[in-house]
């Protein structure tokens, strides 16, 4: 079988909900309200400047996965870093190399825009994604994520 990556339309909305909902649940033990991702995810298929979304599609078109990027600036650098937002594989389609069809994807777009270089973040606790991403070339991090709830 052989998949394809092509960027996220307006008509993969609900595949891209279901998505959210899943790797919340698996990565985090969240559950997420559906309308409010709606919200989040279709905003994004708008405005580019928000979130950037691409699908892993099967030979019907039919989306299998995804990951979503956005970049921030920085001022030291004058370039924008692209950070992964979210990443989600069926279960079916994991371990056979898909992870890196969309993360290559991302790369491929960052790099058409200057861009600096791709980052994430990954639960602590989430073992097999930071395995699958060292094995995709991510290294830790001297930065520590903190957050102040506002």
Do not use: C
């Amino acid at each position: 079988m052989d998949l394809k990556v092509r960027r996220a339309r307006l008509s993969d909305l609900e595949k891209l909900i279901m998505f959210a909902l899943e790797e919340a649940k698996e990565a985090e033990g969240l559950k997420k309200v559906p309308a409010t991702l709606r919200i989040g995810i279709e905003t994004a298929l708008h405005d580019e400047n928000i979130a950037l979304y691409w699908v892993l599609v099967d030979e019907s078109d039919e989306p299998v996965g995804n990951v979503s990027a956005l970049r921030e600036w920085s001022n030291w650098n004058a370039g924008f870093y692209w950070w992964i937002q979210s990443m989600y594989i069926s279960p079916e389609y994991r371990g056979k190399g898909y992870l890196s069809r969309l993360l290559d994807a991302v790369k491929v777009e960052a790099q058409t825009q200057g861009g600096l270089d791709l980052r994430l973040y990954v639960h602590e606790d989430n073992n097999r994604a930071v395995k699958a991403y060292r094995k995709s070339g991510f290294l830790e991090s001297k930065y520590k994520i903190m957050t102040q709830k506002l």
